[in-house]
C-alpha cells in the first residue's frame, strides 16, 4: 500500500459519519441487496509495443483520410463498502487496473428500476490516487468521501457495512448457498433499467492457497464475463416473510468473483477471493489516514474508532 501524503477535508469526516447515521443499509431481501452493486465501464485506445514503445492502434477506410482510434470496452462490476471514515467502491484488481478517470460508474436508483450515471473521477473526487491496489490478490478499492450531497444524489442506502465482511479468511460451508451479484455480459443494466444478474451456487472446495499464499475458494460454477468483481453474499435463513421470501439473518459479503478456472475438457470452476482481504485493505489504509492526519495536526485529530 503506498504512503500517503495528508490528505484535506479531515474536518468533513465528522460531519460524513453523523449524516451517514441514517443512511445504513439493511438488507432483508436479494431484491434491496442489488442495490449495493454497480456497473463498471471504460472504452480504451487499443494498443501495441512496438520496438519497446507503446503505440496507439488507429483506423482507417479504404481510400479516406479519416482516422479513428481503435477501441475496445471494458466492463465488469463493483459494489459499495461503508468504512469507518471513508466509503469504498471495491472490485477487482484485473478490471481497476483498465478503468480511467473517465469510466463509467452505474447504480440504481432510490426505486431500483432505472439506472444513473456518474464518472469515476466524480466519485474519486481530490482524493489524489484512484485506486489501492492489493499486491498479491486480485483486489483493489477506491476510497471517497462520504459527502452528504454526494450520498443523498447518487448512492442512498447502497452501501454495505464494514461489519459485512469477513474479519478473518475462511470458507463457507459447502451446504449453503451462495449468491453472487453483478451485469455479466453487461446484462441488466441501461438508461431505463436496472436489474442485477443473480446467480446461485454452492463452495466446491474448502479454503485453498496458491504457491504465493493467496488463499481462496471455489464455486461449483464458472463464472462468466461480466462478473469479475461482484460480490458474494451469503444469505442464511430464508423463507417467507410478509408474503415475499426475506433473509431471516443478517447478510454477510463473503468473498469477490476472480475468476474462473477451466481445462480443454470443458471443466470450469469460478474462483473466489474471500472479503478478508477486503476488510483488510480498508482498516489498513484508514488507520494510515488517521496515523497520518494525527502527525500534521500535531494530535488535534482524534484517533479513535467509531
Not at 474536518?11 to 441514517?22: I, K, N
Not at 449495493?36 to 492502434?57: A, H, M, Q, W
Not at 439506472?115 to 490516487?129: C, T
Request: aromatic share 10%; net charge neutral.
Amino acid at each position: 500500500m503506498p504512503k500517503l501524503k495528508t490528505l484535506p477535508h479531515v474536518m468533513l469526516l465528522t460531519l460524513s459519519l453523523f449524516y451517514l447515521q441514517g443512511l445504513q443499509l439493511s438488507a432483508q431481501s436479494l431484491e434491496e441487496l442489488s442495490t449495493t452493486v454497480c456497473y463498471l465501464e471504460d472504452r480504451r485506445p487499443v494498443t501495441e509495443s512496438i520496438n519497446g514503445k507503446t503505440e496507439e492502434v488507429w483506423l482507417r477506410e479504404p481510400n479516406s483520410t479519416n482516422y479513428r482510434p481503435k477501441l475496445v470496452t471494458y466492463t465488469g462490476t463493483g459494489f459499495f463498502v461503508r468504512g469507518k471514515k471513508f466509503g469504498y467502491l471495491v472490485t477487482a484488481k484485473h478490471l481497476a487496473l483498465n478503468l480511467s478517470p473517465d469510466s463509467t460508474i452505474r447504480v440504481g436508483t432510490s426505486n431500483r428500476n432505472e439506472s444513473l450515471s456518474m464518472l469515476f473521477g466524480a466519485l474519486r473526487g481530490n482524493i489524489p490516487f484512484p485506486w489501492l491496489h492489493h499486491g498479491q490478490v486480485d483486489v483493489s478499492i477506491s476510497p471517497f468521501w462520504l459527502s452528504p450531497d454526494f450520498i443523498s444524489t447518487y448512492l442512498g442506502k447502497h452501501l454495505i457495512e464494514i461489519e459485512s465482511l469477513a474479519d478473518q479468511a475462511d470458507c463457507p460451508s459447502r451446504d449453503v448457498e451462495l449468491t453472487t451479484l453483478g451485469f455479466p455480459w453487461g446484462l441488466g443494466i441501461g438508461l431505463d433499467m436496472f436489474s442485477p444478474i443473480s446467480k446461485v451456487s454452492k463452495t466446491s472446495s474448502g479454503l485453498m492457497k496458491d504457491e504465493q499464499g493467496v488463499r481462496y475458494f471455489m464455486l461449483q460454477d464458472p463464472s462468466i464475463d461480466g462478473f469479475s468483481g461482484s460480490p458474494v453474499y451469503l444469505m442464511p435463513g430464508l423463507g417467507f416473510v410478509g408474503g415475499g421470501i426475506q433473509s431471516k439473518g443478517p447478510f454477510k459479503c463473503v468473498g469477490l468473483i476472480t475468476a474462473t478456472k477451466a481445462d480443454t475438457s470443458g471443466g470450469k470452476m469460478a474462483i473466489v477471493i474471500p472479503s478478508f482481504y477486503i476488510r483488510q485493505m480498508i482498516t489498513g489504509f484508514e488507520s494510515l489516514i488517521v496515523t497520518n492526519a494525527t502527525s500534521s495536526t500535531g494530535g488535534a485529530v482524534e484517533s479513535k474508532q467509531d
